[in-house]
């Protein structure tokens, strides 16, 4: 069984950068997707990046493209997403997530949550 927890999290300023941190413990990583979610007040939940943990194939939201980036080191036991040039509408609970290929990594990563996730953490953007 997974165990996940974020770190990272914070306020920043508009334009400013973070970098997201995600400890995965438990269970086996070999065939899975890893992901980060977000979720902001009264807002459903959005799919933010994904990486296939096996071939190293990520997807973005488009929101998001070209802004941050996913990672993940030591076979996928600690998850990374740089942000940069962060805006207030980047502003919400960011959570880690792993768990078996379901679908095409896209179709995946824009349904969350799956698998595993944990309880998050708080990005905040300031104006």
């Known amino acids: 069984q997974l165990h996940i927890v974020e770190s990272g999290g914070g306020l920043v300023q508009t334009g400013g950068s973070l970098r997201l941190s995600c400890v995965i413990s438990?269970?086996?990583?070999?065939?899975?997707?890893l992901g980060w979610f977000r979720q902001a007040p009264g807002k459903e939940r959005e799919g933010v990046a994904c990486?296939?943990?096996?071939?190293?194939?990520?997807y973005y939201t488009d929101s998001v493209k070209g802004r941050f980036t996913i990672s993940r080191d030591n076979g996928g036991r600690t998850v990374y997403l740089h942000m940069n040039n962060l805006k207030p509408e980047d502003a919400a609970a960011y959570h880690c997530?792993?768990?078996?290929?379901?679908?095409?990594?896209?179709?995946?990563?824009?349904?969350?949550?799956?698998?595993?996730w944990g309880p998050g953490t708080q990005v905040t953007v300031s104006s």
């Open positions: 438990g269970g086996t990583l070999d065939y899975v997707v």
């Open positions: 997530q792993a768990g078996g290929r379901q679908s095409s990594l896209q179709a995946q990563c824009v349904r969350p949550p799956w698998g595993t």
């Open positions: 990486i296939d943990n096996y071939h190293g194939s990520t």
